[in-house]
DNA sequence: TACAAAATTAAACAATTGTTTAAATTAAGC
DNA sequence: GCTTAATTTAAACAATTGTTTAATTTTGTA
């Protein structure tokens, strides 16, 4: 899976912040080779076309993405806390990948492109089963209220943090944030704490 | 504002197919020009060149953006009420628009293009006045929590909304949705319900 | 009808695109 | 050290890009 070497990934790497940046259609492959310092024909030579150098750039990126599912559903905690920790290892991981997610979103939104998301689709489904088996064990708990819409949990985090990340110019100046560390900080501070408190209340309230 | 003839309005439809369909860099202007059924040259000739054709398209759809919160702002309702139609609208709104919004937000996080989105920001920057009023005046009836993170309420809506949108083929599948209708009927029903859901929880849940 | 302006066309334009080629360089195995 | 394979390069490729040109047609007006 992992089989690139240091110019594969040197590649790997200058196509993601080319695609992120400028869009796939955007970017070309000179800029891609200039990012990367080698020269154009290494691309094709490497990944035999641009399209199936996105495709390797995506299995790449996701075989690295899963979360640490496993460890949280073994620890000894509430339902609530499970979904509070969820949650923060949601908003960690999107962070962390924003530029695979910006590319991730956007292609697949293009109907043009008919690009392998099958990594991509299984990781979520993996999400969602576990999270479903959280839900389910806080409602027979009695703590979570019954008429949770679960495919749509995961919609509200990703969603609330990407809306943010795409109209970052706006929200910077309405929220006062000036540098890149101001950002990064709201991002870890009150982003995730309004995600959280928005997913605690919908979980516990009752109407 | 509307002073565009018929022709140009064919032209300003099929570029706002074509960028959403295919992207700013991956719709060609012959692509728009075969869509609109006018030759090439007509776009250069009215709109003057691809960039200012967007521009004048984002404009041209901007400006019958607005919603109808004057209305709502003179309604003797309650604050949680005004928040409930508020949402409402907002969904109904991006629904509507959804070919602008995917337009937007990819420009919007391309850094390299510099288009004119002043009109966007203004109609974003009023409607969070509005909602800044209705939280307060809820907070001051004393139910609305005190801690309510008012900026990231829209993100919330929109962004859910959206990422259901950008993941479509995915969440057709988990939630069995296998026509247009169908599609459309979930957004009108059960997304519209649970993007209610949560804000209200999040407005009224107490820590 | 006659005339000027506007609209429309096909063709040409230079630049950029992704990809390939064929030669040159480097690395590896014996 | 020789040979073969792998890597790297500059150049060329055909196709597509956005835009312009210059000629033609249509429209509106007096």
Redesign the pocket.
Known sequence: MTDF?D?QIDILQAAEKRFAEDGF?G?????IAKEAN?????????F??????LEALIIYRISGMRMELENLSHEAISPLEKMMKLTELYIARINKNKCMYQILHFELSIKKRAIDIKAYTEVKRKNMDFLNKVIQEGQQQGIFRKDINTPLIPPTIIGTFFHLQMNRPFYEEVLGLTTDEAYENYINTELTNHIKQVIKAYLLHEN
Chains 1, 2 share one sequence.
């Not at 970017?27 to 800029?31: G, I």
């Open positions: 070497s110019k259609d970017a070309s492959v000179r800029d080698v020269n154009v024909a290494m691309i094709s030579y490497y035999g076309s641009k399209e199936k150098l």
